[in-house]
């Protein structure tokens, strides 16, 4: 019977392939699918030195959101409606969308604004000719200066946060953690996760910055330090 060579270098190929993968199974013998502890120490450091208090994280939060060119502001729970107006009367926002469970105080401060609920949205179209949306977030992090939405109370489905031009993110002062593995202890991994830092840029040709590429081309986030 006649091999040609191609079949002789896949035969070789294929013949590697197991003999690799066997010496992999006879390595890791009778602990071979049993979960092991990861020997390593995830609290990292937000610095020099440990966080002493809230205040740190949520300071370094702001700076690391700073960095990406999204706009910050801190009020308290007792301001936010009228801040949430102020932030999309300033940008002469017409029509938002929100989650449908979005709480009714939030925008309890807007005039003459017309807010969409999510379900109402049926088409990339109309989602992309809103001016803004309005979310809150499952969970943040502070040293990366990152938002995490899973799709849970007022954060609606992925699109809100991805296809409109402004996202305005309402994050709560006690969902700010310190790093990303503290975010991921949080948050369950059969959920749709989105995480954004920052707003959407894309680095095109001689390295220019071009904003929108993938994503809204503003983020704001309303600290609310309850």
């Not at 030195?49 to 300071?59: L, P």
């Not at 729970?77 to 989650?99: F, H, M, N, S, Y």
């Amino acid at each position: 019977m006649a091999v040609t060579a191609a079949g002789q270098r896949g035969g070789t190929l294929m013949g590697s392939r197991e003999e690799i993968l066997a010496r992999v199974r006879d390595a890791l013998g009778t602990a071979s699918g049993t979960p092991v502890e990861v020997p390593r120490d995830y609290r990292r450091r937000l610095g020099a030195e440990e966080a002493a208090s809230r205040a740190d994280v949520i300071a370094l939060f702001t700076e690391r959101l700073a960095d990406q060119r999204a706009t910050v502001r801190h009020v308290g729970a007792d301001e936010l409606g009228t801040t949430i107006a102020a932030a999309l009367w300033g940008r002469e926002a017409k029509q938002i969308v929100v989650p449908a469970d979005l709480p009714y105080g939030w925008l309890a401060e807007l005039d003459g604004v017309r807010a969409l609920a999510d379900s109402q949205v049926t088409d990339v179209a109309t989602l992309r000719a809103v001016d803004a949306s309005v979310t809150g977030c499952a969970v943040a992090v502070a040293r990366t200066g990152t938002i995490v939405l899973d799709g849970g109370r007022a954060q609606g489905r992925r699109a809100l946060s991805l296809v409109p031009d402004h996202h305005l993110c309402v994050v709560h002062a006690d969902q700010i953690v310190g790093t990303v593995p503290e975010a991921v202890a949080r948050l369950d991994p059969y959920r749709p996760l989105t995480w954004i830092t920052g707003p959407s840029v894309t680095t095109a040709v001689e390295l220019a910055r071009v904003p929108g590429g993938h994503g809204p081309r503003g983020l704001e986030v309303i600290v609310v330090e309850d």
